[in-house]
């Protein structure tokens, strides 16, 4: 069995404004460089937290220049794996099938019955009862793609979360060289 020590840095961001009149609750940040090129990040934030290491980083750099070197998507990704940056639109699901069956309608690929039975199912889909049926017959065998979709506020939230972190690591590095 080997034995190995590290150090490791803790940050407290607290005061992180991310919107005019709004600021994210104190955000505590653990970043361990286990060697050049080599590190580990875990974030905090009002009771969430997320954590990735990089096995190479590319050069000699440290987790903090590469953090700050990289773009939110990438680092959203590997901090919460599998977290999409958009989510299906439930409350727009009913309207959207409306308007795609008026669209196909209108260009003569269904008729007027078929049209008139699909228009009104479609006033009944909601987040509760998706009606896989009517989903495919007016979007086709992969309707789940054609769903609407919006910002997903976990993603959005990590985002935000993250950019703190970038100006706090920016700071202290600004800081630290200042010294």
């Given amino acids: 069995m080997q034995i190995e020590q590290s150090t490791v840095t803790n940050l407290r961001i607290v005061g992180a404004q991310v919107e005019a009149g709004w600021e994210l609750d104190p955000i ?12 580990k990040i875990t974030i905090e934030c009002s009771g969430d937290a997320w954590s990735s290491s990089w096995g190479a980083m590319g050069g000699n750099r440290n987790l903090e220049q590469f953090f700050l070197g990289c773009g939110c ?25 409306q308007a795609e069956v008026l669209r196909q309608r209108r260009a003569g690929e269904i008729t007027q019955d078929d049209a008139r039975e699909m228009y009104d199912d479609a006033a009944y889909l909601d987040h509760h009862m998706t009606d896989r049926d009517l989903l495919q017959r007016v979007f086709g065998d992969e309707w ?17 979360v993250i950019e703190a972190v970038k100006t706090g690591l920016q700071t202290t590095l600004s800081t630290n060289l200042a010294a």
């Fill in 73 to 97: 998507h990438y680092l959203a990704r590997n901090l919460k794996v599998g977290i999409q940056d958009t989510i299906n639109d439930d409350d727009r699901l009913g309207d959207h099938v």
């Fill in 28 to 39: 505590t940040v653990y970043i361990e460089n286990y060697k050049p090129g080599q590190g």
């Fill in 144 to 160: 789940w793609y054609a769903l609407p979709q919006k910002p997903n506020p976990k993603y959005v939230y990590l985002c935000r």
